[in-house]
């Protein structure tokens, strides 16, 4: 699914002496089946962008276009919440999209919401959690009792459960080991690879942004400040260090090899040595 922000603008509590605005006028285009990831310093909006891209905001001015699905400010909550079912979305925080009593209960929450029988759903689990390393003895455990790493895959497999078309996951990796924050990121590769969806992901890792991303978009201060293939937006390592980016130094090498022989980063293996 492609998704269209037209002059998008956001403005949290707006009309109050705490007006926020998060958007400005955003305007850019998330080609259909690609991996996006938006990165940016803290406050710059990145969750504020991903967030109407399922409905959970809606612009205060301008519009996004899911697929075939338009909001503006005037959409009706009703249209927005039909979104949802081709959107899924991992949050920054899993503990806050956990809230059955078992693991189980809680990946087959979406499909059993959406109408899929229990009985056609819970064939799937098993291939879910297999999918997501989990072990299958945490399946009948309460989700509160989880690692935070097992936590956020259970709330991964709980929004594969609805086999999204677009999948957001703000911060998939924070916090996790190095072991841990690669095996999420073969997951959505293997995922993407087998279903072609649109994935997009907020983060400040430009490792994981090198290793997963085709597009790269970098936001500042409520604007979109660079966007692009990842690599062109790597090679300016002057302008990411302006908006308070800096690349670690292998990626720094990389790129500066890569500005010098005019040979792309995307002819080279980029993940990082494990
Ligand atoms: P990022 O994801 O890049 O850290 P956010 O989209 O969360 O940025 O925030 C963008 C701006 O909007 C920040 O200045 C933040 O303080 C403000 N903001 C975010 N959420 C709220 C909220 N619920 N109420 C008021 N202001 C908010």
Redesign the pocket.
């Known amino acids: 699914m492609r998704i269209v922000f037209e002059k998008t603008s ?1 403005t ?2 707006e009309n109050t002496p ?1 007006e ?4 400005h006028e955003v305007s850019t285009t998330f080609p259909s089946g690609e991996i996006i990831a ?1 990165i ?12 109407h891209i399922n409905g959970l905001l809606r612009p205060s001015q301008g519009k996004v276009t899911i697929g075939e699905r338009t909001v503006d400010p005037k959409t009706k909550k009703k249209q927005i919440q039909k979104l949802r079912e081709n959107v899924g979305m991992v949050f ?1 925080y899993p503990e806050h999209q956990l809230f059955e009593e078992t693991v189980e209960k809680d990946i087959i929450f979406g499909p059993l919401n959406a109408g899929t029988s229990e009985q056609q759903i819970k064939k799937q689990v098993p291939m879910l959690i297999q999918r997501v390393g989990l072990d299958e003895s945490l399946l009948h455990q309460s989700p509160f009792h989880l690692s935070g790493g097992q936590m956020r895959r259970a709330a991964i497999a709980g929004v594969l459960a609805m086999n999204p078309q677009v999948l957001i996951l ?1 911060e998939p990796t924070a916090s996790l080991d190095p072991k841990g924050k690669q095996e999420i990121i073969e997951l959505l590769k293997e995922w993407h690879e087998e279903k072609r969806l649109t994935i997009i992901i ?1 983060t400040h890792d430009m490792e994981e942004v090198a290793d997963i991303a085709s597009r790269a978009v970098v ?1 500042h201060d ?1 604007r979109i400040a660079m966007e692009g293939h990842a690599q062109e937006i790597f090679e300016q390592q002057g302008r990411l260090e302006a908006l308070g980016l800096d690349l670690p130094p292998r990626l720094k090498v990389l790129s500066y090899i890569s500005v010098k022989t005019g040979v792309p980063f995307s002819s080279w293996s980029l993940s990082p040595e494990k």
């Open positions: 956001y949290y509590m705490l926020k605005r998060a958007l938006v940016g310093r803290t406050g710059s909006g990145k969750s504020t962008l991903v967030q920054q703000d907020v936001m409520g």
